[in-house]
């Protein structure tokens, strides 16, 4: 029961791994210090497809449901509904690249459009208070 639990959570997770790889950098614009967390996440995505590697999510999902007694894909919510996006049938290499790239574009359409919108602003503002004092620090001081 557990290990079925903790499968179908897995999945869950998985799902919402690839949606913010996706389209995280939506979020990006509202907030713009989901960028440390999104931008790795959306590398990893797109190595993972790009390269045909194996997502270590996948052998643990299937490690729990074999210890929970499964076999496949069968019976439930999860199972039926959310399996098949994040496993679809008939992932083929170019399909995989295709991805990739989608990856690729969407994330940099979105972080192009935030850096040409912040411009300046877009340097973090511990960033530019460092600065400041470096420069304050490197000017000359008057006497008196």
């Not at 797109?46 to 210890?67: N, Y």
């Amino acid at each position: 029961m557990l290990y079925r639990l903790g499968a179908d959570l897995l999945v869950i997770a998985h799902l919402l791994f690839i949606v913010f790889a996706f389209v995280g950098g939506v979020a990006v614009l509202r907030w713009h210090w989901l960028a440390l967390v999104h931008l790795p996440v959306a590398v990893w995505a797109t190595l993972v497809e790009a390269m045909g590697w194996v997502c270590p999510l996948t052998p643990l999902e299937i490690a729990l449901r074999v210890a929970a007694g499964e076999a496949g894909y069968h019976g439930g919510f999860v199972e039926h509904y959310i399996v098949s996006i994040v496993y679809p049938d008939g992932l083929t290499r170019e399909l995989q690249w295709l991805l990739a790239a989608l990856v690729v574009l969407v994330n940099a359409a979105v972080y192009g459009w935030l850096a040409i919108r912040l411009g300046p602003a877009a340097v973090p503002r511990a960033r530019r208070r460092v600065d400041r004092a470096a420069a304050k620090a490197a000017r000359p001081t008057r006497r008196r």
